[in-house]
């Protein structure tokens, strides 16, 4: 089970403030009424603007404006500055993070899309990774499998029922992908060489990281419901965090 997620009302200042401990988690719908998608346009450099445009299909270019909109919105709130004066940096994966002017505040962030539903995760002074997927039928998982999963999580899914096959394909590929996130390594990382837990009644887990359970056991990963007919997970080194999910919608 994830931990529960409330409806945050407004991005006040009191609510965001990230204790050390703390992990802040908000599910944001991609599909706000025109006038706020108009918006949060408004609050984009000229080169994300442009690279909105490059969409060929208006959905598309709409999750990206609100998607960029909304994390500009957030991180502006929790570092008190204008969010259009924010300006990102991008690691050799890709990766982005705050430029380095915002470094004293520690903040950092990881953020996926997946469909109309958004998923962002905030921390202090460490590198999280996030992922959310729609859950859909899944008839090739195993074939899927075959090039994406370890050779222990391809033994798990076999075994997993018919009927659950889809939901434990999810939970490893949105935990494959926050760990991969999170170290910002995304695909260049080669995904064979880590093991996740996946069957729906274990809890979600690292199990090895390149053969070895030390490492995978200093690292958090949590599963996540954000919405229905979504699963997330979020992974991150330590342990004893605390998770505050929100969702939120950016039209109100
Ligand atoms: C690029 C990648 C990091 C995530 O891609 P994705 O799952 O398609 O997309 P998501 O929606 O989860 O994440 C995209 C966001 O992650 C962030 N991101 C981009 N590169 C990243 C990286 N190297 N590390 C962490 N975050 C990254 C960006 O904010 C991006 O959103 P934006 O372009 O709107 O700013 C990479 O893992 C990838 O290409 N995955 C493809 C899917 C796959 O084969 N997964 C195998 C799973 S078993």
Redesign the pocket.
């Known amino acids: 089970m994830s931990d529960p997620f409330r409806a945050a009302d407004r991005l006040g200042h009191e609510e965001v403030s990230l204790a050390p401990d703390e992990l802040h988690v908000y599910a944001v719908s991609l599909a706000p009424p025109p006038e706020t998608v108009a918006e949060l346009e408004t609050l984009l450099t000229p080169d994300e603007v442009e690279r909105a445009y490059r969409f060929r299909f208006e959905r598309h270019r709409r999750r ?1 404006i609100v ?2 909109g909304v994390l500009r919105r957030l991180l502006g709130a929790y570092l008190d500055v204008p969010p259009g004066e924010l300006r990102f940096h991008y ?1 050799d ?4 993070s705050l430029d380095p002017r915002w470094d004293a505040a520690g903040l950092s962030f ?5 469909q109309e539903l958004a998923l962002y995760g905030l921390v202090q002074g460490r590198e999280l ?1 996030i ?2 997927e729609q859950l859909r039928p899944m008839p090739d998982a195993e074939q899927i499998a075959e090039r ?2 370890s050779r222990s999580e391809r033994e798990t899914l076999r075994r997993i029922p018919a009927e659950r096959k889809a939901d434990a394909f999810f939970n ?2 949105t935990r ?2 926050a760990y ?2 999170a170290t ?4 260049s990382m080669p ?1 064979d060489r880590f093991d996740v837990t996946l069957a729906p009644e274990d809890e979600a887990r690292m199990l090895s990281a390149e053969g070895d359970p030390a490492k995978a056991a200093s690292w958090s990963m949590y599963h996540l419901e954000p919405a229905a007919g979504y699963v997330g997970a979020l992974a991150i080194e330590g342990g004893g965090w605390k998770l505050v999910c929100r969702s939120w919608d950016p039209g109100r």
Do not use: A, Q, T, Y
């Open positions: 990206f998607g960029r690691g994966k890709g990766k982005p990881n953020l996926s899309h997946s990774g992922d959310v994406f999963f490893c590929w494959k992908e991969i996130k910002g390594d995304g695909l995904l």
